[in-house]
């Protein structure tokens, strides 16, 4: 599986950005979730989508404000975060996973095997 995400950039407090995270090599099993490390600090689950059924799952830091979602045809996965704010800045990268035995397991970063590169989010206050 490989994967690619964009879209990232400079956006003031309260606006909104999409990320797009290209996926090539998926299965019907495949899970895709998105996490974000920011300076200084650990990298951390922010949301994930089973390709299948469409199951979503987020951090609670995020719930009501971000999005993700999948476009099949597209072979991409988004992530729509809205009302941003600083805390928010990060790197966000998305990430692949094949073995899923709970849901519990996609908040956890062992469980995904690949990774794409990460893009950029900085919101400015």
């Known amino acids: 599986v490989q994967l690619q995400a964009s879209g990232g950039g400079l956006v003031q407090a309260g606006g909104s950005l999409r990320l797009s995270c290209a996926v090539s090599?998926?299965?019907?099993?495949?899970?895709v979730g998105w996490f974000r490390q920011a300076p200084g600090k650990e990298r951390e689950f922010v949301a994930a989508?089973?390709?299948?059924?469409?199951?979503?799952y987020y951090a609670d830091s995020v719930k009501d404000r971000f999005t993700i979602s999948r476009d099949n045809a597209k072979n991409t996965v988004y992530l729509q975060m809205n009302s941003l704010k600083p805390e928010d800045t990060a790197v966000y990268y998305c990430?692949?996973?094949?073995?899923?035995?709970?849901?519990?397991?996609?908040?956890?970063?062992?469980?995904?095997?690949?990774w794409g590169q990460g893009t950029l989010v900085t919101v400015s206050s």
């Open positions: 090599g998926r299965s019907i099993s495949t899970y």
């Open positions: 990430a692949a996973a094949n073995r899923v035995y709970s849901g519990s397991d996609l908040y956890r970063i062992p469980t995904y095997s690949y």
């Open positions: 989508i089973s390709w299948s059924g469409g199951t979503t």
